[in-house]
């Protein structure tokens, strides 16, 4: 039997709009503050990425990792999660986002849920992570917290 997704929300996946202070220089937006988040997302590093308009990542998934992305411009994303958690409440729920330039934000995407982002706009897209594990573990010397899908032609993750 092939598991099929409910278009829903999804518990414990948090949107938090970014606000950009912006004067004559440029702007300034404020990504994450310790005190506005629980010790357990607390970042442990951070990477920024440029994706090209187009241009799809994932869809992929992380046993313990949350990741805690910025999608602020310039470009809008098109972001596609998939609750992967048996235990959930959500199980099987499936949500659409659309963030960026026109809707700065962070974006909480706890382990268990499969992920995908697309560049859906005209312009070069850049996204922050600030995830609360380490890459590879310490001195990338552990296995990958990363379950990929997006080269699986069986995969039931599909990004439409």
Same mark, same amino acid.
């Given at each position: ?7 829903? !929300? ?28 629980? !010790? ?60 960026? !330039? ?59």
């Amino acid at each position: 039997m092939a598991l099929s997704f409910k278009l829903s !929300e999804i518990k414990d996946v948090v949107i938090k709009d970014i606000k950009k202070y912006v004067d004559e220089r440029g702007w300034l937006a404020e990504l994450y503050r310790n005190d506005e988040l629980e !010790e357990s997302i607390f970042p442990q590093m951070s990477y920024i990425s440029l994706t090209v308009p187009g241009i799809k990542r994932g869809p992929h998934e992380h046993k313990y990792q949350t990741d805690y992305f910025c999608f602020i411009g310039p470009s809008d994303f098109k972001i596609i999660l998939w609750d992967n958690r048996k235990g959930s409440p959500t199980y099987l729920n499936k949500t659409t986002l659309f963030l960026g !330039e026109g809707r700065p934000s962070a974006l909480i995407v706890p382990p268990g849920i499969v992920h995908a982002y697309k560049n859906i706009g005209e312009k070069n897209g850049l996204v922050i992570n600030a995830a609360n594990k380490l890459f590879a573990g310490k001195m990338k010397k552990e296995e990958i917290d990363e379950i990929r899908y997006e080269n699986d032609p069986d995969s039931i993750f599909i990004f439409d």
